[in-house]
């Protein structure tokens, strides 16, 4: 026997309401692994939209998701640097279904509970460049800080034995430029150069100009500089004539990141030494480690340490020519 | 005259020098521009790179920027009004004209479409706040978000560089051994300082400030300056930004990020009153020469690196203080 029964429209609607959510709901709880069997859906989550430097990241994570099958890709994140609105765009990924996220993060102990809640719900995540190392995160596709600044240190110390030196410095006590700092402290360890100042730019490219040509004017036997990350170099170089005269008339600088102006700083003589890593390949690197997981189950070691390299007058060329070639994307 | 005349005479002149300096003492440019001068002599003490042509120079070329910015700003504050929104407006004027430049069209242009979206985003605050009667405070804190978002999506985050000679000349060339940005400051501290003392539109903004109602049963039209300075803010904070890219001879999408802290502090320092009604140019630019100052002393000085803004916002708040115990 067939019953019909006579819906009005109140009655459509409440029904239909019901039945999306309860369809939604049972969706959000099964496990991401088996909604992930046919296609992949992957966020990056960078510090900041406006930093040019993580949409290097995007293009090797574009690049990589193209030549794989079935997997989605979206870029996500802040306007500027805002741990909160990262955590917020956590928790909204996660209600949206993502299967992985990528994510560097702006403070590691404010990230961590939405990077855990994530990882309840499912959720693979994994940190890049900046991490946060106490949250569940499956791994940190990164360099390895340290090292990256002790390697500074030594470049430093193998051109100059003694005389002050000044650092400059992003944000205090952001965590990567911590341990670059205390890096690079460790590689001139045993010399005679003096750190005499570490001064914060608090990421503003002006003002990193401004602080440079004030610290090297300020100290006349500045004999080696250190920059934590590139900021100087986002400018045009000949907004900084004093710089260039100081590395000319022997002074060394040393910079981490090799990124388009900063090799260009090399070329011009603004800078003595990169320590360079590939920004590129963080991108590649986590779209095939967040891919293996979800798909395969396989556990990705912690932490993923890509290689460091050296440009300098030595190589300069070689370097330069990869870059133009490449617009900057390797 | 007998000695019982003449130790009167002398109370009469010491009291009379006494009361003249009182007066000055009255005035809080004055007074800003004495503890400026006292600060640089005890930072040329404890530094001898301060007094030299180049640092001077850093300095007054890194001021330049917020105190044009500042001086839009002031119009604002005197009407009792404030505009959030001056620093992301300084980063998507210069994003527009670097991008314009970058399309092939001339420099001029490029310069006009950057201070003209400047001016665009002004008008938007202005209609918000005005037309609609949104506070001023919500409004262009919404367009501080949409100015910054817009300069990031035009982008996606990028840099543009590879601009003409000219174009760099004007954000870091000198002219008689002054920087350029500075002697437009100078010109645009003048125009302002001129509208606000001796044209009648100029009073009628202070006395909106002191008391709007009563301005507009005066007869001032209030609406149509309210929307004035607006612009006014919008485009001059326009100008600060295409100076700044030319500055650093590249146009970055998180450019003046946070800036627009920097700039009311300056005008605040400057002896402006958030509640409207007072404020001058020239107080204005000693606001912001104080606060670079103050950056240039962290450097000089060598301030511990955890306790550079610590030292900012003192000297901000003594600042503020010292103009507060006079009122």
Excluded at chain 1, 158 to 176: D, E, H, M, Y
Excluded at chain 1, 288 to 314: C, K, M
Excluded at chain 2, 103 to 129: E, K, P
Excluded at chain 2, 209 to 214: C, L, M, Q, R, T
Aim: include cysteine.
């Amino acid at each position: 026997m067939t019953k019909t029964v006579e819906l009005n429209r109140r009655e459509l609607i409440k029904r239909g309401v019901t039945v999306a959510i309860g369809g939604a709901t049972a969706t959000m709880f099964l496990p991401r692994k088996a909604r992930a069997q046919g296609s992949v859906s992957l966020a990056f989550v960078p510090k900041a939209l406006n930093n040019p430097v993580f949409e290097i990241t995007r293009a090797g994570a574009e690049d990589r998701v193209a030549e794989l099958e079935g997997v989605s890709f979206r870029w996500v994140g802040p306007t500027t640097t805002d741990a909160a609105a990262q955590s917020q765009i956590i928790d909204d990924l996660v209600v949206q279904g993502v299967d992985g996220i990528c994510l560097s993060c702006n403070d590691p102990a404010a990230l961590l509970p939405a990077i855990n809640r994530a990882m309840n719900e499912g959720v693979a995540v994994i940190t890049w460049d900046a991490d946060s190392p106490d949250s569940q995160r499956l791994t940190n596709v990164a360099i390895d800080q340290e090292a990256a600044g002790a390697m500074a240190g030594q470049q430093m110390a193998a051109r100059i034995q003694s005389g002050k030196v000044a650092i400059l410095t992003g944000t205090p006590g952001a965590l990567n430029l911590e341990q670059r700092r205390d890096g690079f402290l460790r590689g001139i360890d045993g010399t005679n150069l003096e750190v005499i100042a570490t001064d914060p730019n608090f990421d503003d490219v002006q003002r990193a100009v401004e602080i440079v040509e004030q610290r090297i004017n300020a100290t006349p036997d500045l004999a080696g500089y250190f920059f934590v990350g590139m900021w100087p170099f986002f400018a045009d170089l000949a907004t900084m004539p004093q710089l260039r005269q100081f590395v000319s008339d022997g002074g060394v600088c040393v910079s981490l990141d090799a990124l388009s102006g900063a090799i260009a700083a090399v070329e011009q003589g603004y800078c003595s030494v990169l320590i360079g890593y590939s920004w590129y390949g963080f991108g590649t690197s986590a779209v095939d480690v967040l891919v293996d997981y979800i798909r395969n189950g396989v556990e990705p070691a912690d932490p993923l340490h890509t290689d460091l390299f050296i440009v300098d007058e030595s190589n300069i060329a070689e370097y330069a020519a990869l870059d133009r070639e490449t617009e900057g994307k390797w | 005259m007998s000695l019982n005349e003449q130790a009167p005479a002398n109370k009469r002149d010491r009291e009379t020098t006494w009361r003249r300096l009182s007066i000055l003492w009255e005035v809080p440019e004055l007074r800003l521009l004495i503890a400026i001068l006292i600060g640089l002599t005890i930072l040329a003490f404890l530094s001898d790179a301060f007094l030299t042509g180049r640092n001077l120079r850093s300095v007054l070329l890194g001021f330049s920027f917020v105190g044009i910015a500042a001086i839009g700003q002031l119009l604002v504050i005197i009407t009792g009004r404030i505009d959030l929104s001056c620093g992301s407006v300084m980063g998507l004027a210069g994003m527009v004209c670097a991008l314009t430049m970058a399309a092939g069209m001339g420099m001029w242009l490029a310069m006009t479409a950057g201070i003209l979206a400047g001016a665009a985003v002004g008008l938007f605050n202005g209609i918000f706040s005005v037309r609609f009667g949104i506070t001023s405070f919500i409004v262009t804190l919404g367009t501080l978000q949409i100015a910054r978002g817009i300069t990031v999506g035009l982008t996606e985050g990028g840099t543009v560089t590879g601009f003409p000679d000219l174009f760099l000349f004007l954000g870091s060339g000198r002219l008689v051994g002054v920087p350029v940005p500075v002697i437009i400051l100078i010109v645009v501290g003048l125009i302002v300082a001129a509208f606000l003392r001796y044209t009648g539109a100029g009073r009628e903004l202070y006395a909106i400030g002191g008391n709007e109602s009563a301005a507009r049963l005066a007869g001032v039209p209030v609406k149509r300056l309210q929307y004035a300075v607006f612009v006014a803010s919008g485009t001059l904070a326009g100008l600060a930004g295409v100076l700044l890219t030319a500055r650093l001879g590249a146009a970055v999408s998180n450019a003046a990020a946070g800036y627009e802290l920097t700039i009311i502090a300056a005008v605040v320092i400057g002896g402006a009153s958030l509640a409207g009604g007072f404020g001058t140019a020239f107080g204005v630019v000693l606001g912001a020469l104080l606060i670079a100052f103050v950056n240039n002393a962290l450097v000089l000085l060598t301030v511990p690196t955890y306790w550079q803004q610590t030292f900012i916002g003192a000297v901000i708040v003594a600042a503020a203080l010292l103009d507060r115990l006079r009122r």
